[in-house]
């Protein structure tokens, strides 16, 4: 009897054990929405698939930011010598895809958000660009970098 009551007690702690809740994935909560800090952009631009030039730069300051609303608009600033320029835009985002919208430029590049956690925001955007020297385009990949 007592092994019996032993073995029950065993199997029943088992159960209660087995029916713990699942914890959330990791970054699940994880949001576009709120301000974002440039920390890094890489460049590479190419005309008919060959290389033209490629650049890094991690020269940002607190006034290179984007900031996304959750009512699909928002903000970017980048620091220049005059001072910060602030642009308004729209977003769509459906899943990773990422399309922003200014006046300036109604139909968005389409862009992939990368990675997305609750610190860090990486964009992955294909653009193609006129090119001064020939008056064709060029194709322009770039790279964004973002910290909360």
Known sequence: MKYNYLLFSVIFLLGLNSCKKDSKAPGSSASIVGKWLITKQNSVLSNNGVQISTFTDTTFTAADFVEYYSDGTGYFSMNSSTGPSLTEFTYTLKGTS????TSSENAGTPETITSLTA????IHAVSTVPD????GA???VDDYYYTR
């Open 119 to 122: 610190t860090n925001l990486s």
């Open 98 to 101: 990422l399309i922003q919208n």
């Open 138 to 140: 060029d194709t322009e």
């Open 132 to 135: 001064p020297n020939t008056g």
